[in-house]
């Protein structure tokens, strides 16, 4: 942060202009809105689920009902355990009901980083797991017959600079080195394959196991194939508290009921309040904003990704976009640091939609919402087991519908003592330093990357 805010002092006459920016945008937020996004407007039929009734003894309480949680659920089901999942609010309130749907392999750092932080031979086995979280998630959509658009037509990081581009070509060798499915496009071939008219890219890469969904279907698919394994899924049962009794845990929820459990999963990423000590101070939760045109005209929509990739660029604050339902575009990227954020947090995503598809000009916006990621120091997710019987895992980083549906899936194996199943190593939480002040430098920190983004360095 330090060598950082050096670089910034040195380039403070360029950064002027971001401010002047960053303050008529803190000037714009206003009114708070509420959550309406095109998922929950295209839902299939919502599932049967209710709100925990009485106190109840099984094997496993999973609190939280996201792709994390419910792939817990199933694997644990389908290794005979007797498990509840106990979800605050409705179904898909959480990010796993609000995301993008892009099923994009790996995880962020390079293999590189990895073998810092891991050592070669679990490094190794970071990659290919996470490689292969895209073939989970559609293995998944087949296995049960999940009905949620599934189309698996590659994810596109394109450039914005030759600087950018070079990290990509690296990024993508390192991938195939090990077991990626990663090419290089050049300039015109990013140009055909997303469509845009302004040009904005000079090159970038394509992941092609990678593909879309809609997210909202996917969790509801969960939901159901893990009802048909047995799994007791409760909506509107928040969990209030949680505590060791003998060789058992007591899981307290906030309307009366009490469920005792030999194990307990805390599947509450971004959204985890306190539950745990030190857990939530593990994170920044970061909030996503994404909005949806109106459906497009056949002309209009044909000269955008006409085959269908999803697409995050390669700048430090990035913006990603796909195709949606009923031949709607949707952009998001990253948003303000407040609880909720208002409608003016929403005008930075439209300007950078319009420059990038001026066709786009005069489209309605009909959609926007937001929902919250969980980054950690670095941009991997944490596994943490810090009593007996007492599992967390945090942390998504923007990446989780591949990577949290095949670590639910691995975690469930693993409680049931298949130790390899999951090449995550257990950590000891450890909170961020000046946690209370981290959406203050991770603000200052966003708006100067968006700077060097501009600034093309
Ligand atoms: C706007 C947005 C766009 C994104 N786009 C993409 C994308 O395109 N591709 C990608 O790979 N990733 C994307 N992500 C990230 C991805 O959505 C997440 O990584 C993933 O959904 C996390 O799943 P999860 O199950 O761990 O957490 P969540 O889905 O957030 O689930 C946590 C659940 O815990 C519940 N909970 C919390 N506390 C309690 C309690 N006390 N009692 C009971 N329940 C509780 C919450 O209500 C919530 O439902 C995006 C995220 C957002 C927000």
Known sequence: VLTDLIKLIKIR?????????????????????????????????????????????????????GYLGLCTALSLAEGGARVMVLEQGALGGGASGLNGGQVIPGVKPIPSQLVQLYGAHNAERVVAFANGSADTVFGLI????????????????????????????????????????????????VQTLIGNQSGAYCGGWMHRSAGCVHP???????????????????????VSGIRKEGAHWQVHTASGPVV????????????????????????????????????????????????????????????????GPQGRILFGGR????????????????????ALFPQLRDVPIEFHWSGKVALTRDYLPHIHRPSAGLWAVIGCNGRGVGLM????????????????????LVSAIERLPLHQLNHMYAGALIQYYRLLDQLGQ
């Not at 945008?25 to 039929?45: K, R």
């Not at 994810?155 to 090990?178: D, T």
């Not at 549906?405 to 995550?424: C, E, M, T, V």
Request: proline residues 4%.
């Open 13 to 65: 006459k360029k950064a002027f202009p971001i401010f002047k920016q960053l303050q008529t945008y803190m000037a714009t937020q206003s009114a708070p809105v509420g959550i309406s996004s095109i998922w929950s407007a295209t839902a299939n039929q919502t599932l049967s689920t209710q709100a925990v009734g009485q106190s109840a003894s099984v094997d496993v309480v999973v609190v939280g009902a």
């Open 142 to 189: 087949a296995k049960h017959h999940i009905d949620c658009d599934a189309v698996r037509t590659g994810w596109i990081q394109p450039a914005v600079s030759a600087r950018s581009l070079k990290a990509l070509e690296v990024r993508a060798s390192l991938h195939n080195r090990w077991g990626g499915d990663a090419i290089m496009l050049d300039a015109k071939e």
């Open 216 to 238: 909202l279907n996917y969790l509801l698919g969960l939901v159901r194939a893990a009802q048909q394994q047995g799994v007791l899924v409760c909506t509107h049962s928040r």
């Open 260 to 323: 005792r459990a030999e194990q307990v999963v805390l599947a509450t990423n971004a959204y985890s309040h306190g539950l745990w000590p030190g857990l939530q101070q593990t994170v920044v939760a970061a909030n996503s904003l994404q909005i949806a045109t109106a459906p497009l005209a056949d002309g209009v929509l044909s000269d955008i990704l006409p085959k269908r990739q999803a697409v995050s660029d390669g700048r430090r604050v990035m913006n990603y976009y796909r195709r």
């Open 335 to 354: 948003g303000p640091f407040v609880e909720s954020p208002s409608s003016g947090a929403y005008h930075d995503l439209i300007r950078a939609m319009h």
């Open 405 to 424: 549906s095949a670590l639910g899936s691995a975690l469930g194996k693993q409680i049931q003592g298949h130790q390899d199943a999951n090449p995550f």
